[in-house]
T-cell receptor, first 113, second 111 residues
Framework: GESVGLHLPTLSVQEGDNSIINCAYSNSASDYFIWYKQESGKGPQFIIDIRSNMDKRQGQRVTVLLNKTVKHLSLQIAATQPGDSAVYFCAASPGGAGNMLTFGGGTRLMVKP | NAGVTQTPKFQVLKTGQSMTLQCAQDMNHEYMSWYRQDPGMGLRLIHYSVGAGITDQGEVPNGYNVSRSTTEDFPLRLLSAAPSQTSVYFC??????????FGEGSRLTVL
């Protein structure tokens, strides 16, 4: 099976700084990875995804990096804003099908004004 | 476009009672799934379905039943609720390849 873990349960950053949230996975057969953002009282929302044939993918103010050698991925948020405060989850899947995602425990990002 | 709709949002049950959490999606997604979320833990997969008439177990299926009679609906049944089933439940759907679309969650407390 797969286990997914985030390195820090809580991350506090200053508004305007860049944030980096890290995640490790265990199953080398995992080939699809996704980051979700969950605000208080709401369901998780898609941020960005990446497949194993890529090392990096960029979105709007977010970048995901994948290192398959050490089974590690990270989410970078540029110019962090108060609206970025939330819990962030990484998830991994062996086949790209959404229903087989294994989620990590989540990192709470707190943005200080 | 409503997306994924879950009802009820809140429910309190006594041990041994039964109930059904409803989930409906209007995106014509084939894949639907149920997760539970407990404090300090990630979402854990309970059951999933790859299409109408097809369901399968996830990581933590014990104590829960599902059925998929239509593409739109994927109800989760608790036949005899236990305090260990106190959790927040999320239903999600997916077109099959790519992201899951989640509902807003159903918070269940079993006394």
């Amino acid at each position: 099976g797969e286990s997914v873990g985030l390195h820090l349960p809580t991350l506090s950053v200053q508004e305007g700084d860049n944030s980096i949230i890290n995640c490790a996975y265990s199953n080398s057969a995992s080939d699809y990875f996704i980051w979700y953002k969950q605000e208080s009282g709401k369901g998780p929302q898609f941020i960005i995804d990446i497949r194993s044939n890529m090392d990096k993918r960029q979105g709007q103010r977010v970048t995901v990096l994948l290192n398959k050698t050490v089974k590690h991925l990270s989410l970078q948020i540029a110019a962090t804003q108060p609206g970025d405060s939330a819990v962030y989850f990484c998830a991994a899947s062996p086949g790209g099908a959404g229903n087989m995602l294994t989620f990590g425990g989540g990192t709470r990002l707190m943005v200080k004004p | 476009n409503a997306g994924v709709t879950q009802t009820p949002k809140f429910q309190v049950l006594k041990t041994g009672q039964s109930m059904t959490l409803q989930c409906a999606q209007d995106m014509n997604h084939e894949y639907m799934s149920w997760y539970r979320q407990d404090p300090g833990m990630g979402l854990r997969l309970i059951h999933y379905s790859v299409g109408a008439g097809i369901t399968d177990q996830g990581e933590v299926p014990n104590g829960y039943n599902v059925s998929r009679s239509t593409t739109e609906d994927f109800p989760l049944r608790l036949l005899s609720a236990a305090p260990s089933q106190t959790s927040v439940y999320f239903c999600a759907s997916s077109p099959g390849i790519g992201e899951l679309f989640f509902g807003e969650g159903s918070r269940l407390t079993v006394l």
